[in-house]
């Protein structure tokens, strides 16, 4: 079944599966610090057999303060607040350092409704994320489609993800 | 689609947005760590809005060194290696102290293939899992069915947090 983007569930996770082979064939590893997706990123990776080879370990921070304690200084979040590319960067490399990872994914958005502790700050659908690769940041922003429900959400941003950091390693091959 | 077991995700999917829902009405606080479901309990606690005011942060512990850096003692692992119930209970208070949660869950086994850095230890579809809940802890034991997919032994193993769960709640109200 497709959702409102016209994404398709059994491609994204067949897009994950493509990623994580190519991920341990590559021998470069990889964490998350997830907000919005809050772990579906990081379970989409795993779905393939062999994948603690590439992932050691990643992070659900669901709020200000786990974003904190793992790694994010406060004074971006003051300052960019939680949903900005700045934010999304600094998530991004502190997963990457907690794991000395190749590649570190840091995703903050909403994903359909207001977020009762940043009600000024948020708007459904609007996403943030970013992906350091081996130390360069890049960051992206989408704004979503209404979906019909939350795991919609996650696997439109998932597949998002995916591509960029599939475009990224195409990149790195061609350099 | 019914899996090996007799489930039917989206059942399990509406077993969590149940489980979720009463989280919020009893205003109790969750978070996970997570191994061999990466990530996949925590998605499907935050699947329901709302779910921002019980689930602060959580973790994801693909390895032992990531378990041991989010608090499990390396003595634990030593003694009774990765797979074993008091690892999935040491995982379970690691993660409620970090996040001062009132539910703390910890899982850990294998999803269907013998992992490479534990080979003695690992057997295909045994999984421990330990929920804390106010200080108190109960671990499980389950052996799953072979399964069509890793995301399949993820969901199987998803139910049995999810129901051990709802009947630890069921007699907290009885108590």
Redesign the interface.
Known sequence: MKNANGYNESDI?KDYHNLTKLLIEKNMTIT?M?SA???????L?????G???I?????????N??KI??GVPAEILDKYTVYSKETAEAMAKACAK??NANIGIGVTGTM??I???NPDASVPGRVYFAIVTDGKVESYYVELEPQP???AY?LAVAKKVCDALMRQLENLDRA
Chains 1, 2 share one sequence.
């Not at 997706?37 to 379970?43: C, D, E, L, R």
């Not at 992932?55 to 709020?63: E, R």
Request: net charge negative.
């Open positions: 996770r998350t997830e997706t809050s772990g579906q990123i990081a379970s990776i795993t779905d393939t057999e994948s603690s080879a992932l050691k370990g990643a992070f659900i921070t669901y709020c303060e786990a304690m793992q907690t794991y359909g409704n977020d009762p502790a429900t939350r795991l996650k």
